[in-house]
């Protein structure tokens, strides 16, 4: 190995661990291996930000504003209104919801369409008294398996499709995708529905159905012991009313979080810490005259900035990947929203909090509780990326903006499809003809796009051109033909997608994409064989996220909701995985033939 090919094979194998960590987010991530590489002059400094005007990054930034553009038609939730109805059984519950985001997502970011289906699926269990188990974990795979179908569905697949024209001169087409895709996407749904659901843990989905709307187990809130509460001098043993959903399961006092001693005498300054249900927490609280800890600054700050009657609501959210709070403490969420917001609740599924509130940090997939003006709320979950969990009332929009909107989508990609214009382009004017009819206002043109993903994807781009400008990737490729002499065809191509599979469960699915094209590209030219099966296993791969709640941001959202452990992904994700295996993997190779 040459000491180039060393330097890109180390900077690569640190990126890995480092997304593999999750500590960083994943455009932190891209950020220090893009300048490692140009530290190392493995890129050019001129080419690092030349991933910013790629036909990839582009087409993603306005796939995401088209997203918006027709949920704000309305199209979407009218489309969800119709299939309300069909939820009476169970099966068809989870049948019609996780094909209705799968479809959904094969033409709009697929974490945008879980956001729209992810409030509906809370609402249908609660109608139905049902476990949310049952209904999300199938709503988050289904999204991510009708990313597979078209040309946009995914990242990877914008991806593969502009590599291909690198590679070969020519893009993969708007739903060249879609046989291979629509034949796995179809069948994932069927298995999920039929079979896959059953492998959830008996134990989530036997959890009670909620019964109202904040009905998430294990929230962990405070109540502070003020000078004037009527709980000052008593022992925690004297402090009833506290059932069987809600237990204290520490005292803090000067910083200091003590277990609960039932001889402990209360002071003022003292904040309990409890964990349960967050509704039996203000009846406690006003009987014992005690405070929210979280709240009260929060509270007062927005009485002295708004001293009109203010008459506040609860909301709960989803924290997404992305968000400013991602990484940061508590207390900050009342001076990000300058107020706005007070913090009442916080749960995390599958790990205990063993600190203070106010001292945790957020996390992707964190639950948070909120009280708020209801206004204040929506704005401000937009702004700091929370998913809201509430029920909400359907945005069916007028028809003619509906057509409206859908008219534009398909002219948009009609002209993309028949090549006369490249697809980033019609997308971008599609985005244009939005604007100019006013179905997305121009204060919200830039509101949709997650830049966290767009410097991701701007950023890998280079790390994808060092590990072909200094032949790793052909090395690579060298060692897994050697590897491989005398297997057949078919199996090369799978184990490329297990591969892209593995990586995939375990970092974003943009950069796996970006780091396995070039190998897979140099395995075909290896073996002297056509380069878009291989390319294909990529897209396929790139797309099975199942594994783990960290392999996509749709794993990750429905994990609080859900009440799921780490461990629950895999029971009905491998079998998942398998499936796609055994059908894409001859699909593919007819479809596009070695």
Not at 252 to 262: L, V, Y
Not at 347 to 366: K, T
Not at 482 to 491: K, L
Request: with cysteine; proline share 5%.
């Amino acid at each position: 190995m040459t000491l180039e090919q060393v330097l890109i094979g180390a900077i690569l194998v640190g990126t890995l661990m480092l997304f593999g960590w999750g500590r960083l987010r994943h455009d932190v991530v891209a950020m220090l291996a893009a300048s490692a590489c140009v530290l190392t002059q493995l890129v050019p400094a001129e080419m690092v930000f030349q991933g910013f005007a790629h036909p990839a990054v582009v087409t993603v930034a306005a796939v995401l504003v088209i997203s918006e553009a027709l949920r704000r038609s309305g199209l979407v939730d009218w489309i969800a209104a119709r299939l309300v109805g069909l939820t009476e059984n169970l099966l068809m519950h989870v049948l019609v919801l996780t094909a209705a985001v799968a479809l959904a997502s094969a033409f709009m970011n697929n974490v945008g369409a879980l956001a729209l289906f992810l409030p509906i699926a809370l609402a249908t269990a609660a109608r139905h008294e049902r476990s949310p188990a049952i209904l999300l974990m199938p709503l988050a795979f289904g999204s991510i398996l009708g990313g597979m179908t078209t040309g946009i569905g995914t990242p990877p697949n914008i991806i593969i499709a502009n590599l291909r024209s690198a590679y070969q001169g020519t893009s993969f087409g708007f739903f060249d995708f879609t046989p291979v895709g629509g034949v796995v996407a179809m069948a994932g749904v069927l298995f999920i529905a039929l079979v896959g659901w059953r492998l959830i843990p008996r134990e989530r989905r036997a959890q009670n159905a909620p019964n109202a709307l904040f009905a998430i187990e294990k929230y962990i809130t405070e109540l502070e012991v003020s000078a004037e509460s009527e709980s000052v001098g008593l022992q925690l043993s004297e402090i009833g009313e506290l059932g069987e959903e809600l237990e204290i399961v520490g005292v803090s006092r000067f910083g200091r979080i003590r277990p609960p001693d039932d001889h402990h005498r209360l002071a003022a300054g003292d904040v309990l810490i409890l964990r349960g249900d967050i509704q039996a927490v203000p009846a406690l609280a006003e009987t014992y005259g005690l405070h929210l800890a979280t709240t009260r600054e929060a509270l007062a700050a927005k009485e002295e900035t708004q001293p009109r009657a203010f008459t506040p609501e609860l909301a709960e959210g989803v924290i997404q990947q992305g968000s400013v709070l991602e990484g940061r403490k508590v207390r900050s969420l009342g001076i990000s929203t300058a107020g706005e917001l007070a913090l009442l609740g916080l749960a995390r599924q599958g790990r205990m909090l063993n600190r203070r509130l106010v001292d945790q940090v957020f996390r992707a997939g964190d639950v948070v509780l909120v009280q708020g003006e209801r206004e204040s709320i929506e704005q401000q979950f937009f702004r700091l990326s929370i998913l809201p969990l509430a029920e909400r009332n359907l945005e069916l929009g007028q028809p003619r903006r509906i057509l409206l909107a859908l008219v534009i989508f398909v002219a948009a990609i009609t002209v993309g499809a028949v090549g006369w214009v490249s697809l980033p382009a019609a997308f971008c004017f599609a985005v244009l003809a939005y604007l100019l009819l006013d179905l997305i206002p121009p204060r919200a043109l830039y509101d949709p796009i997650d830049w966290s993903i767009i410097v991701l994807l701007a950023l890998m781009l280079p790390i994808g051109y060092a590990l072909e400008s200094t032949g790793l990737a052909t090395l690579a490729a060298e060692y897994a033909v050697a590897f491989t002499a005398g297997f057949p065809i078919y199996v090369i191509v799978a184990l490329v997608a297990v591969v892209t599979m593995f990586l995939s469960d375990i970092i974003n699915n943009a950069a796996t994409a970006v780091v396995m094209a070039p190998i897979a590209r140099d395995i075909a030219l290896q073996l002297e064989l056509n380069v878009d099966p291989f390319l294909m296993a990529v897209a396929v791969g790139a797309s099975c996220a199942f594994l783990t709640p960290i392999g996509h941001q749709s794993n990750t959202l429905v994990m609080g909701p859900g009440g799921y452990a780490f461990g629950d992904y895999w029971r009905m994700g491998l079998p998942l995985e398998i499936l796609i295996i055994i059908l894409g993997i001859p699909m593919l190779l007819w479809v596009w033939p070695a």
